[in-house]
């Protein structure tokens, strides 16, 4: 009998063509690494953020902001094509940090975090944030295994962003509205912006925040807090 | 451009499976809310076929369309991006369909 495919035949050298079935998940081996991160990451009470958004949004200055705020019990994973930039920024805020290059890839998958996460070793009852490549299309279909997401995006990129990207504004838990000290110079109308997300996602949260002068900043820190895999712990202070 | 990586996942699942086996036909369902461009796939399958057993396989790409009900009124409706908006105006709404992203088959000859 044929081994592949289960034919009468010996080999597959048979004239006739036939169907071997797969009914596979192309996402699935990805999905397995993220379910194995997922379980990795609840044994050691560590919440992992998936924190993603266009280029320019800000990510890296929330990011080193939240470290000052909090200080230790945070480490961070840095996406990036290329350059090392992001990864020493962190580091001089004073969190353990690695980089991911992905090259030519536009978005981290589950085997990366879990090379970087090897690599961390974060301690346990800790925060460990993942910047994704910036990108508002390609990071939304992979799961790394995180336990929340997070995407933040500025009052300078226009209002319709969740209806022009429903995938990554449906997948998150919350959205920051970051650059808010810039509002009064753009045009962007934030109840359009939150009606529009309520379209995509029925249930994300929003929080309006500027990284760099400090507005919403106790928000966010409040919502990391009490968050279900950290409020128990009493870590964060 | 994450159809590149999607499109080599597919390209790895077959080979892990069939070995050296040289496929035909490849039948994949993508739909129509899966965020992954069909033409995209295709385009990256030459690339990522090329010098394995994958090499001038067909590609059969069947594209579901998206379906929802919703949570509040129970009525289900055809949906035909993310928008989740029922026609009475919630957007508390399940996507039934049309998020599939599957290698079906293959066709070895």
């Known amino acids: 009998m044929c081994a592949t495919c289960g034919c009468g035949t010996e080999e597959h050298s048979h004239s006739h063509s036939h169907t071997v079935t797969m009914e596979q998940d192309v996402l699935a081996k990805n999905d397995h690494l993220a379910a ?3 379980e990795w990451l609840a044994e050691r009470g560590i919440l992992a953020v998936n924190v993603m958004s266009s280029p320019g949004a800000g990510k890296t200055t929330l990011l080193e902001r939240t470290v000052h705020e909090l200080g ?41 975090l879990r090379r970087a996460l090897d690599e961390l070793d974060p301690a346990p009852h800790s925060v460990v944030f993942v910047e994704n490549v910036g990108n508002l299309v390609c990071p939304a279909l992979f799961d790394l295994g995180e336990g929340a997401r997070v995407v933040l995006m500025s009052v300078t990129e226009g209002a319709g962003k969740p209806l022009k990207y429903p995938h990554m504004f449906a997948s998150t838990d919350l959205v920051l509205l970051n650059k808010l000290d810039l509002l009064p110079y753009v045009d962007f109308d934030v109840a359009e912006f939150t009606e529009d997300l309520g379209k995509v996602n029925h249930s994300a949260e929003v929080l309006g925040l500027s990284a760099t002068r400090g507005d919403g900043i106790p928000e966010w820190l409040d919502w990391l807090r009490t968050h279900p895999s950290m409020a128990k712990t009493g870590v964060l202070r | 451009m ?10 790895d699942a077959i080979v892990a499976k069939l070995g050296d086996t040289k496929v035909s036909v490849v039948s994949l369902e993508i739909g129509r809310l899966s965020g992954v461009v069909p033409e995209s796939v295709r385009f990256c399958f030459d ?20 379906r929802a009900r919703c949570r509040d009124c129970s009525t289900a409706f055809d949906l035909d991006d993310l928008i989740l908006l029922c026609p009475c105006g919630s957007a508390n709404v399940e996507v039934l369909s049309g998020m599939e992203l599957k290698i079906k088959s293959v066709e070895v000859a």
């Open chain 2, 47 to 66: 690339v990522v076929a090329e010098g394995t057993i994958l090499q001038g396989a067909r590609l059969d790409i069947a594209q579901p369309p998206g």
């Open chain 1, 72 to 112: 230790t019990s945070l480490a961070v994973v840095e996406g990036d094509q290329e350059t090392r930039l992001d990864a020493d920024r962190i580091r001089a805020a004073g969190a353990p940090v690695v980089q991911l290059n992905t090259g030519a890839g536009c978005h981290l998958d589950a085997g990366m």
């Open chain 2, 2 to 11: 994450h159809e590149l990586s999607v499109t080599q996942s597919i390209a």
């Open chain 1, 36 to 38: 194995h991160n997922r």
